[in-house]
């Protein structure tokens, strides 16, 4: 019996032992916490249409992040990123933000391609209070939603209508404009504002004429604006859009004196062999924009792609990327609000511009009307960044 | 807007739409009319050829419309092994089968090209010069495409008229067993048809390499409209094909200039049914 007390004791004592070792392991364990990886979601498409355009913005995301991780991360912990693929479909988005948040536990989505699967999927990040970073969404209602976590580094449509309306007005001064819009809403509500714009600035009326996006053939929309003769036809398209638009243009004889796109026309792969030339084209970031924050930029994207040129869709990425680590270094707890809460009051040099956002999450941008001259686009408009006069002749169609 | 000018262009552009939707339909009609097969993946077969015509040219300067005579015999070595694995078995399967199966080989297929040449969308960078007919421009590479697709046609009616092995296609296309009782090899029958059917897919392919983007999915969007135009010809006849495709190109283009381009793109759907309510055995069909 006595034996068996003894045992017994010993047993308890054993017991004891192995519990106080097992929590001294766990507070050694709970400082490591601290050096944790901080979780970024990301949701781009990777498939589908979008796909290459995703892929893109994707490399730009993660061009800056390995980056932070290369020097030490953010306060000694690295940054792990998650990503899904969208489709950039709008019911794909939802899904994939609500596994990012809910399984993953990220505490940040950088986001989509397009305005669609941006505005289901920053839905969800509101209702989990964690924070959505877009970097290519153009739609005037994202904004009009009253989300507090959504962040856009678009600066949206109608300062870059306006631009370009007062370009056209000051510089090109047109007698008659056909406009070219796609059947996407941030397209029918940009083309809207120009035409507005444009009428009340020159006094001209834009005849408009819609086509379905990423459509392969607009020769219905060109034959009728043909026959319109007009002095500039102004496009409202994706990339794709742009080089069918071109094509097509110089396949029916359609050659205005000038033409107008938005982005940069050599982004899509289907323009390949076109001659861009005299091709007006208006974005917020062009390559080769000077500025210190976009030459360090396009040297570290040459450097890590030496066989490709930078293009917009990495560099929007790369600064949405810029906005959300320099909001984890400032946060006063890395969690939804506190990272929110430190994004709104970002104040950053990116390579597209100063970053700094508005009440209502859209970034603070201008825009600039740059023009194809010799192969390579230099900026025509405004006056504050024109490195080249804008030339005024007809688009000459191939190389 | 209702000008000469607009009208004969938006005709001309029609009939452009129509050579690339005959080159789809000619391989659909064919296959079903003699096989009684819906083979799902007949525009993965344009979709594989028009990426084939695309590298040659841009990586090796091959003119597509020569590369377009490189497309036939590789498009025959697929074809034949589809044809082995896959069509073969099918043949007297439950519709469902027939439908699944080649749906697979259409997904699978697609799911390749996307593996090998991502989903960008691309473009051959080629052009011919315009041409002006009065107030209408024909576009080259169009022009030439429809000189194509006559010279196929041609092609077709000399095969089917006036060889041995034509002549079995057709009367196994009337009537399989009579043509077995006949004695006509309708094995060997199925095996030519269903690479005739592949050989123009590939020429239709480098077509539309000309004048569409060229992306993985390409196919897909095309086999909705051969589904119109065979549907309204009447299933497996080329002379309906013929007709199907220049009734549905020009009445997109139509509908496209002088009506709406978001109404366009349902034309193909309202033509399957109404066709399907109203004559269900289409323009040149006859009623089983």
């Not at chain 1, 192995?18 to 990886?37: E, I, K, N, W």
């Not at chain 1, 859009?241 to 097509?248: E, M, P, V, Y």
Request: hydrophobic share 50%; aromatic share 8%; proline share 4%.
């Amino acid at each position: 019996m006595a034996a068996r007390t003894a045992f017994q004791n010993l047993a308890g004592r054993l017991a004891i032992a192995v519990g106080a070792t097992a929590l001294s392991l766990c507070a050694h364990v709970a400082p490591a916490a601290a050096a944790d990886p901080i979780k970024v979601g990301i949701v781009v498409p990777l498939s589908g249409a979008q796909a290459g355009s995703g892929e893109l913005v994707l490399r730009g995301y993660r061009l800056h992040i390995d980056e932070v991780n290369a020097s030490g991360g953010v306060a000694g912990r690295k940054i792990e990123l998650f990503t899904e693929d969208d489709r950039a479909d709008a019911t794909t988005s939802t899904s994939a933000v609500e596994k990012l948040i809910s399984q993953r536990g990220v505490v940040a989505i950088l986001g989509s391609y397009g305005s669609a699967p941006t505005t289901t999927g920053s839905d969800v990040s509101e209702r989990h209070k964690i924070p959505y970073i877009a970097a290519h969404a153009g739609e005037l209602r994202l904004h009009q939603r009253g989300l507090r976590f959504f962040f856009n580094i678009h600066p949206g449509g109608p300062p870059r209508d306006v631009a370009l309306a007062t370009f056209f007005a000051e510089v090109l001064k047109p007698k008659s404009v056909a406009g070219l819009h796609s059947n996407q809403a941030w397209s029918i509500e940009g083309m809207k504002t120009l035409a507005t714009a444009l009428k009340e600035k020159a006094g001209v009326e834009i005849r408009q004429d819609e086509f379905p996006a990423n459509t392969p053939d607009m020769s219905g929309q060109l034959t009728r604006i043909k026959a319109g003769k007009p002095d500039l036809v102004s496009l409202y398209g994706l990339d794709s859009d742009n080089a069918t638009f071109l094509r097509q243009a110089l396949e029916l004889g359609l050659n205005p004196r000038h033409i107008s796109v938005l982005g940069d026309v050599r982004a899509s792969k289907a323009a390949a062999g076109l001659n861009f030339d005299t091709v007006l084209m208006c974005d917020d970031w062009f390559v080769g924009l000077p500025g210190a924050e976009n030459e360090k930029y396009e040297r570290l994207y040459r450097t890590k792609f030496p066989k490709d040129t930078p293009d917009r869709f990495a560099v929007k990425a790369y600064a949405a990327a810029q906005v959300l680590v320099d909001a984890l270094k400032r946060a006063r707890s890395i969690d939804g609000q506190g990272v929110r809460d430190a994004l709104s009051a970002t104040d950053i040099p990116t390579p597209v511009g100063q970053a700094k956002f508005k009440e209502d999450g859209q970034r603070l941008g201008t825009f600039v009307v740059a023009q194809y001259q010799k192969g390579a686009p230099v900026v025509v408009y405004p006056e504050s960044a024109r490195t080249s006069d804008a030339q005024l002749r007809n688009w000459r169609g191939f190389r | 807007m209702l000008s000469f000018e607009v009208l004969g262009q938006t005709i001309v552009n029609g009939i452009a739409a129509a050579s690339i939707y005959m080159m789809i339909s000619l391989g659909l009609a064919l296959v079903f009319g003699v096989m009684r097969v819906v083979n799902l993946a007949q525009g993965e077969f344009m979709m594989l050829a028009a990426f084939g015509s695309f590298w040659l040219f841009t990586l090796y300067g091959v003119d597509p419309y020569l590369s377009m005579v490189a497309m036939i015999p590789a498009s025959l070595l697929l074809g034949y092994a589809v044809y082995r694995l896959i069509i073969r078995r099918l043949l007297g399967a439950d519709d469902i089968n027939q439908f699944l199966a080649t749906f697979g080989l259409a997904l699978m297929l697609q799911g390749i090209a996307q593996y090998l040449w991502s989903a960008d969308l691309r473009r051959l960078p080629y052009v011919l010069p315009s041409l002006e007919v009065g107030d209408v421009t024909l576009a080259g590479v169009r022009v030439v495409n429809i000189g194509v697709c006559l010279a196929v046609l041609a092609f077709l009616a000399w095969f089917l008229g006036w060889t041995g092995i034509g002549r079995s296609v057709r009367a196994t296309a009337s009537n399989r067993m009579g043509a077995m009782l006949c004695g006509v090899d309708v094995r060997r029958v199925d095996a030519t048809t269903f690479l005739l059917g592949t050989a123009i897919s590939a020429v239709g392919g480098t077509m539309l390499a000309l004048v569409y983007f060229v992306y993985p999915s390409v196919g897909a969007g095309l086999i909705f409209k051969g589904f119109a135009v065979v549907i309204l010809g009447g299933m497996g006849s080329i002379a309906g094909v013929i007709v199907g495709s220049l009734v549905l190109g020009i009445t997109e283009a139509m509908v496209n200039v002088y009506v709406s381009s978001q109404l366009s793109a349902l034309v193909a759907f309202a033509v399957i049914f109404i066709v399907l309510v109203s004559r269900p055995q289409g323009l040149f069909g006859t009623a089983r």
